[in-house]
């Protein structure tokens, strides 16, 4: 009978060498969004407190995210840690918005939405709507609208002789 029963929520690494295969190690199974690291494993590494990784951009829209601030980042380590969906398009659509507005604005909403758990699709524009920087939205007037303006009117009810001009006639 073997020693160390076996349960199906747990993961057994083998190893094969002369005499077949060998338990190196065994662990329970991580559930999505809290990934189970054994920092026994890295002993090259012993000096990094446990749990603390750096986050590195490996694409150029992973470096414009990051580039909005602190705010980014955190919202970056939080959305993997619970296994956020679509979150390229997401960092996406967060550059998007600082393009049209504040970064430093995006950056806090950011900052919020991690710190709150609010990874869904919609929720950086709530926050945003919610403090009164919605960057999708403009003010119209008279220099910025493409609407006809009301200029017109200035001119309603006087008088308008219309005399030819010299040397037309």
């Known amino acids: 009978m073997d020693p160390s029963p076996r349960r199906a929520d747990e ?5 094969l060498d002369d005499g077949g295969p060998i338990e190196v190690a ?3 199974r991580a559930t999505p969004g809290s990934p189970a690291i054994n920092d026994s494993h890295f002993p090259a590494h ?7 990784y750096r ?3 490996r694409s150029a829209s992973e470096q414009m995210f990051l580039a909005l601030g602190p705010g980014a980042a955190v919202w970056l380590t939080e959305a993997a840690a619970v296994g956020t969906e679509r979150m390229i398009q997401k960092m996406a659509h967060a ?3 600082s393009a049209l507005g504040h970064r430093a604005d995006v950056d806090w909403a950011l900052g919020h939405a991690a710190v709150h758990g609010r990874f869904a699709t919609g929720d950086l524009d709530s ?3 919610a403090k009164g920087l919605d960057p999708t939205r403009r003010g119209a007037s008279e220099n910025t609208s493409l609407a006809q303006g009301t200029r017109g009117w200035n001119l309603f009810g006087a008088t308008i002789i219309d005399t030819p001009e010299e040397g037309l006639a």
Do not use: N, Q, T
């Open 95 to 97: 550059v998007e918005l």
């Open 46 to 52: 012993r000096d990094k407190i446990p749990g603390e």
């Open 11 to 15: 993961v057994v690494i083998c190893a």
């Open 26 to 28: 065994r662990h329970r």
């Open 55 to 57: 986050i590195r951009a």
């Open 127 to 129: 926050i945003l709507a």
